[in-house]
Nanobody, 130 residues
Framework: QVQLVESGGGSVQAGGSLNLSCVVS????????MAWFRQAPGKEREGVAG????????YYADSVKGRFTISQDKAKKTVYLQMNSLIPEDTAVYYC???????????????????????WGQGTQVTVSS
């Protein structure tokens, strides 16, 4: 069974950077797509960035465009979220998620719609102080 394990969270000052990792367990790396979501206290879960396992253009929420970069290393079965120029509003628990059934194949915003992802990691806390 596919499991996702995130790491790399922590506390950083505004303007700093963090690189989150999500390792996908299983014999082969076979999701249709992977994505990162976040949830701040008292707020709904928000899609941050998504990428197809086959490659191609990633999709980003407007709130992180130009600051965050999603990437993957298929050999390591790992998805990354490089976060630069962090601001306090980025404080949240960050989750990676996998689409194992092709629900995101329509592209674009589907890559950051949580309803399309059936497998989730346990989350990693990111705290940005001003």
């Amino acid at each position: 069974q596919v499991q996702l394990v995130e790491s790399g969270g922590g506390s950083v000052q505004a303007g700093g950077s963090l690189n989150l990792s999500c390792v996908v367990s299983g014999k082969i790396y076979s999701p249709y797509s992977m994505a990162w979501f976040r949830q701040a206290p008292g707020k709904e879960r928000e899609g941050v960035a998504g990428i197809y396992a086959s490659g191609g253009t990633a999709y980003y929420a407007d709130s992180v465009k130009g600051r965050f970069t999603i990437s993957q290393d298929k050999a390591k079965k790992t998805v990354y979220l490089q976060m630069n120029s962090l601001i306090p509003e980025d404080t949240a628990v960050y989750y990676c998620a996998a689409d194992l059934f092709g629900k995101t194949l329509g592209g674009g915003p589907l890559l950051v719609n949580s309803a399309n992802f059936g497998r989730w990691g346990q989350g990693t806390q990111v705290t940005v102080s001003s």
